[in-house]
């Protein structure tokens, strides 16, 4: 019970790796606010939940969505003390040249404005109780980390992610405000999996491209979930600014040594795959 009566706010919180992180949460004692643009999938995860938690509909990139959803969690429980800034959408696989500025813009104001509003209302209102101590940790991603010709703007919106991050950390940790970020490898969710359940690199060859990396296999949501309560807990009480890769070793492989798969592939079908041949 390392996060006993703590409160805690979960964004994107309906399914995946929010549900996730909130049911671990909950089980370690902290009073839960479910966060998720679906209200109705929120309240389903919320009274599920082995603790005390509510849910709020609330589209994460819009500035008074998240003074509401953060209004919510101050009259049920008077207090915020812990943050996991989750929400995210995987957006278009279109390559560079025929992505849709509309399509970029969309995952750009979801990934990247939501966790700067996110911070921000968790800033103001840590200040608001006369600068009590909290902690937030960011959801970055393995893309955050290295890069890919498809998915431009998840990409990129997760690499902005680890900037916010770093940013509000430095602000944060003289005030007592620990910012960390967890960095998920290949997890099945739903939501990334619908989003591209037949196309290569998306839901339906995530078993096959996990089991490439060092652990061979894909992570669960509740292995992610592990990790962010590690941070958002006093166990991690001398961590901040920092990067937590949970992705099976995929990070660290070398493909250009032998052992890390140099020569295992066709380059020319990597080429075509880039030209969208």
Known sequence: MRLNDRVA????????????????????????????????????VAAELPGE????AADVSDERAVERYMAAALERFGRVDLHHLNAGIPGSFAPL????????ERVMAINVTGVFLGLRAGFRQFRAQSGAPGAVVVTASIASLRAAADLVAYHTSKHGVLGLMRTAAMYGAPLGIRVNAVAPGIVPTPLFAAAGEAQTGGGGDMARRASTAP?????????????VAFLLSEDASYMAGEVVSVDGGATVV????PSGGAGLWDPAVVDGYTRGA
Request: aromatic content about 2%; cysteine-free; hydrophobic content about 50%.
């Open 9 to 44: 706010i979960v964004t994107g919180a309906a399914g995946g790796l929010g549900a996730a992180s909130a049911r671990r949460l909950s089980e370690e004692g902290a009073r839960v606010v479910a966060v998720d643009v679906d209200g109705e999938r929120a309240a389903r």
């Open 53 to 56: 938690a509510i849910a709020v």
């Open 97 to 104: 040249p025929e992505m849709a500025l509309a399509d970029f």
């Open 215 to 227: 652990m061979r296999r894909a992570g669960r949501p509740e292995e992610i979930a592990a990790v």
């Open 254 to 257: 070398s493909t250009v040594r």
